[in-house]
């Protein structure tokens, strides 16, 4: 009889290098058991993946390579298709696991996987190609804290694990896979700032950071390409960014733009900045050779600001750095966000929930963010109204918390004609909810503002 037990491989896919980050602070904390093979499976899932930096050639990568014994591409494994849009047909899953056992050398290996975003490929993908082997899903920023965005086939949630997450708000508890019992795990944080000042000190990270001290950094997310608001509003929003840090009296700017983001906007924030008298850096082509974290900057500038929308990095620069944070722009993305269930959502709560607005001139914005009381019941109410089928279970919360808040402290974070559909307090009354679909109504409501400011004469 043959007692030898088969080796186990550990399989980390990864498409960020701050997800790789993680990954590597989880390594180092012991998070995972020993394993005979690590395999780092990387993914590029830019639109165009031949215009992007691949994760692999990304300056500070090498530092984190070590922890793997092999880098695979998940982009050269099932080229010619596109990794966000491509998942094995059912019948062919069988085909696809025995054609990756033998390209990637895993024999007979007992697998483990970890992955990001499990929701959608190409994480997806890879669970259902290794059938029946256990997942961990690992948190790659603040989309955890919220609910699934759709349903998960039970043959793929029932076999993860772990929800391994950052602590980036404090006492906060993630929604995402607990419907079905999926316990998070804090991957420590200082695990994670060990591994970001290796990052730092990399010489093709370092030497590409300009020597600016104590600026003001302005963190840009490209949301027009993601359809949330328009070009021309957010080349408005970096402006607005601007003339926030110099009315609080910054001088020394630093735009950390999208990698894809167009380049005439920096060419609109230079001469903004020289109408208003502020030095500006730009960190594009001319000054890195490719994109690095904000938290590198964290390290190596120690900012005096750090502005944004609804960047993760704000509250890594808060929760992990102390350093002041604001925010711009977020009260529109709550209105703009379509359908009431898009998984920015949470994100965009989040941080306008505990970071300072810019523009709000009685702001404590040299204050890192703190969490409210009824954060979790706040979160929790809006991943019931975004995911009621998927969450039943939190509708008590959601009614607790929104029957004993005024309808002008949640306004921005629910809409009322979502409230209505599910019957939770602050919704339009059933015997009224005709009135909003009532053209007659409408008129009537037009009119009576049209008069109103001859009436106050």
């Known amino acids: 009889m043959n007692s030898s037990r088969a080796r186990t491989t550990q399989i980390f896919f990864a498409s960020t290098l701050y997800g790789t980050a993680t990954l590597a602070a989880a390594l180092d904390a012991g998070l995972f058991a020993d394993a005979g093979r690590r395999v780092l499976l990387v993914s590029n899932n830019a639109a165009i993946p031949e215009t ?42 069988p085909l696809w696991e025995r054609h ?3 390209a990637w050398g895993l024999g007979d290996d007992d697998i483990e996987i970890a992955v990001e975003s499990i929701q959608v490929d190409p994480a997806m993908a890879i669970a259902q190609i290794f059938t029946g082997v256990p997942i961990d899903v690992y948190a790659d920023g603040l989309m955890s804290y919220g609910p699934t965005r759709n349903k998960i086939d039970p043959l793929v949630g029932t076999r993860v694990r772990r929800l391994l997450h950052l602590d980036l708000v404090p006492g906060l508890r993630p929604l995402l896979l607990t419907e079905f019992g999926v ?51 957010e080349e408005q929003l970096h402006l607005r960014m ?43 082509a001319g000054v890195l050779t490719a994109p690095v974290l904000a938290e590198v900057l964290y390290q190596r500038m120690r900012p005096a600001l750090v502005v944004g929308c609804f960047s993760t990095a704000l509250l890594t620069a808060s929760a992990f750095y102390g350093l002041p944070v604001a925010r711009v722009g977020t009260r529109t993305l709550l ?101 909003p679909r009532s053209a007659a109504v409408r008129r009537v409501a037009r009119r009576a503002k049209a008069l109103r400011p001859g009436a106050r004469r």
């Open 183 to 233: 316990a998070p795990r804090i991957v420590p944080t200082e695990a994670f700032l060990e591994v970001l000042g290796e990052l730092g000190d990399a010489p093709d990270v370092a030497a590409g950071v300009p020597s600016v001290e104590t600026p003001a950094l302005l963190l840009g997310q490209y949301l027009s390409a993601l359809g949330l608001i328009s070009a021309a509003e």
């Open 100 to 102: 990756l056992r033998l």
């Open 335 to 435: 209105e703009r966000l379509t359908p009431y269930e898009n998984s920015n959502r949470v994100p965009v709560t989040l941080v306008d929930a505990l970071v300072p607005d810019l523009e709000d001139h009685g702001a404590a914005e040299t204050a890192p963010a703190v969490a409210p009381d009824g954060l979790n019941d706040l979160v929790s109410a809006v991943g019931f109204a975004m995911q009621p089928k998927i969450y039943p279970g939190l509708r008590p919360v959601a009614e607790r918390y929104l029957a004993a808040r005024p309808a002008a402290a949640t306004r921005r974070y629910f809409k009322r004609r979502r409230l209505t559909s599910l019957a939770l307090p602050g919704g339009v009354p059933e015997q009224l909810a005709f009135l």
């Open 242 to 284: 601007m003339r926030g840090a110099v009315r609080l009296g910054h001088t020394r700017l630093v735009f950390k733009p999208h990698p894809t983001a167009p380049a005439q906007w920096s060419r609109g924030m230079a001469a903004e900045a020289e109408r208003l008298g502020a030095e500006l850096t730009v960190l594009d």
């Open 52 to 93: 992007a930096t691949a994760l692999d050639a990304m300056p500070g990568f090498d530092v984190l390579r070590g922890r793997f014994d092999d880098v695979v591409s998940w982009n050269a494994t099932i080229a010619p298709h596109h990794p966000g849009g491509w998942s094995p047909r059912p019948d062919d899953v």
